[in-house]
């Protein structure tokens, strides 16, 4: 009996492939270049991937990472979801090359119809090619399209926006929001880079949904203003990702993995189907816990909207061995 490849091994022997026709130093040049356009603070009308060559490059140094995020908080969701619900449909809003469709299919498999809309037509192609590797995929359609005010979707089960809302300004990006609010029959799910603008980003996504009647799904126990105190502190959790060698090479070191830190937000129309059983967590764990010698510390974000911490002690027994277990962005039981 053979295993079959998970979904990121699939996804990461089909980037490699990508680079065989590309000099390791022009993929390592154009990504280097890519970041610094991509950490710029003015967003663009215009797509910043130009061509097969930086789009190659850059999917094979970010989609990894993108891929892992997105999954981390699709799971999330799916914990709190009815046991029996998955997503008829999907659209991804600023899609690229289709990171979000690969996570999606990894946590509910089979095939759906999908449509990834994005505006750089490279991107769509590459997006495209790799989707002939994963045959969930082998009907989505890739669309062209100018995410910002002008943006329309039609009807779908789910909406995912990841790592794109940085990328317009802030009247395209509560206009983006509205419009996958329209949208999302069952849900919309929003990921953003785990910095405080990314967060900041994730939060006001938040704040829209909820407006337009959807319920918090994850990774807040609740649908109440969040906790964290504007620019105090923010959200945010951490996917490993295995690092290929152009990580490597453009990164330096020699380490196998590398931690992405991301915010999200996944939110349930209300009515609808993805709302009706709705377990969001009783808690969640917000930091890394620190284990100490007899004691597990948690931070922990409760369903009643307060930030809490809490000392788990081998006194505790079943639970303490549940802490020392526990990881970062993991549910907890309620006190």
């Known amino acids: 009996m053979h295993d079959h490849p998970s979904p990121a ?11 065989e026709d590309l000099p390791p130093r022009a993929a390592a040049t154009a990504v280097d270049r890519l970041i610094a356009n ?3 603070d003015t967003p663009t009308g215009a797509p910043i991937l130009r061509d097969r060559a930086d789009v190659a490059a850059y999917a094979a ?43 999606v299919g990894a946590t509910w498999p089979g095939e759906r119809p999908v449509t990834v809309l994005d ?35 039609a009807p779908t089960a789910l909406v995912t926006i990841s790592y794109v809302l940085g990328e317009l300004t802030e009247d395209d990006r509560a206009r983006v929001v509205d419009v996958a609010a329209r949208a999302a029959t069952d849900a919309v799910v929003v990921v953003e880079p785990g910095t405080p603008d990314g967060y900041a980003r994730v939060i006001a996504a938040r704040d829209r949904l909820v407006a337009a009647g959807f319920r918090v799904a994850a990774p807040c126990p609740h649908s109440d203003t969040c906790p964290i105190v504007p620019g105090a502190d923010w959200c ?4 490993r990702v295995s690092r290929s060698s152009l990580h490597r090479r453009v990164k330096g070191g020699s380490l196998a993995y590398e931690d992405e830190k991301f915010s999200y ?51 505790h027994g079943a639970l303490y061995r549940e802490a020392r277990d526990a990881d970062w962005g993991d549910a907890w039981p309620g006190a």
């Open 236 to 239: 945010h959790f951490s996917a």
């Open 38 to 40: 991509y950490r710029g």
């Open 119 to 153: 505006w750089a037509e490279p991107a769509l192609a590459l997006g495209r090619e790799l989707a002939g590797h994963h045959p969930g995929l082998a009907g989505a359609r890739w669309q062209r399209a100018r995410i910002d005010a002008s943006l329309t979707v």
């Open 265 to 315: 937000v996944a939110a349930v129309r209300d009515p609808g189907p993805a709302a009706e059983g709705l377990a969001p967590a009783a808690r969640r764990v917000v930091r890394k816990p620190q284990i100490r010698k007899g004691q597990v510390l948690l931070d922990l974000c409760d369903g009643d909207g307060v930030l809490r911490k809490a000392t788990v002690t081998k006194r």
């Open 9 to 19: 091994d699939t996804l990461r022997a089909a980037l490699t492939g990508l680079l």
């Open 61 to 103: 140094y970010r989609m990894p990472a993108t891929f892992e995020a997105v999954h981390a908080a699709l799971r999330a969701f799916a914990a709190a979801a009815p046991a029996d619900w998955a997503p008829a449909a999907h659209t991804d809003i600023g899609g690229g090359t289709g990171a979000a469709t690969w996570a």
